[in-house]
T-cell receptor, first 111, second 114 residues
């Protein structure tokens, strides 16, 4: 089983749509969870950390279900500029440890 | 806003040569990392560095690789005797400060081994 698994997509959605990505992780000892965004041939950029209580940042909402080892990202009111690959990332410890990346889910927002 | 910087942006080398990739982490950060991404594949961890020593490394990070923090600002990755399969994007990252567990990535160095 892959350590961090994501549907590669692509998800093709119209502007203004709501889209949700899911991710599962295999290491139950994982402590920290993140969503990164990666544009073509660019570096991963931190989108948001994911907390147990769930958290929201503008149009983006992240949820964590530790029992099911499942993380989600919801994007509301999609913009053309949201087109990118979204990377689900876990860290087995709170600091100083390696990040384990999923393969990413590609999103394409069309006019 | 402080950023991680990396040089060069693109490095082309012949198989068997040594390369040094350079990074300047965010200034108040204490943890430093190297990752690589082969074209079309996922980002993979290579090594983490804290308090002037390696704290963790992956299976990829064998004797061919080494890291160094030669002064208070630079963090380098040396790849000895490069192989064709070392061709990849190499990202440096750092964390620490207020968001102590959030890692911020540099723009990467694209290494091409011919």
């Amino acid at each position: 089983r892959k350590e961090v698994e994501q549907d590669p997509g692509p998800f093709n959605v119209p502007e203004g749509a709501t889209v949700a990505f899911n991710c599962t992780y295999s290491n139950s000892a994982s402590q920290s969870f993140f969503w990164y965004r990666q544009d073509c041939r660019k570096e991963p950029k931190l989108l948001m950390s994911v907390y147990s209580s769930g958290n929201e940042d503008g149009r983006f909402t992240a949820q964590l279900n530790r029992a099911s080892q499942y993380i989600s990202l919801l994007i509301r009111d999609s913009k053309l500029s949201d087109s990118a690959t979204y990377l689900c990332v876990v860290n087995k410890d709170h600091a100083g440890n390696m990040l384990t990346f999923g393969g990413g889910t590609r999103l394409m927002v069309k006019p | 806003e402080p950023e991680v910087t990396q040089t060069p942006s693109h490095q082309v080398t012949q198989m068997g040569q040594e390369v040094i990739l350079r990074c300047v982490p965010i200034s108040n950060h204490l943890y430093f990392y190297w990752y690589r991404q082969i074209l079309g594949q996922k980002v993979e961890f290579l090594v983490s560095f804290y308090n002037n020593e390696i704290s963790e490394k992956s299976e990829i990070f064998d004797d061919q690789f080494s890291v160094e923090r030669p002064d208070g600002s630079n963090f380098t990755l040396k790849i000895r005797s490069t192989k064709l399969e070392d061709s990849a994007m190499y990202f440096c990252a750092s964390c620490g400060g207020r968001s102590y567990n959030e890692q911020f990535f540099g723009p990467g160095t694209r290494l091409t081994v011919l």
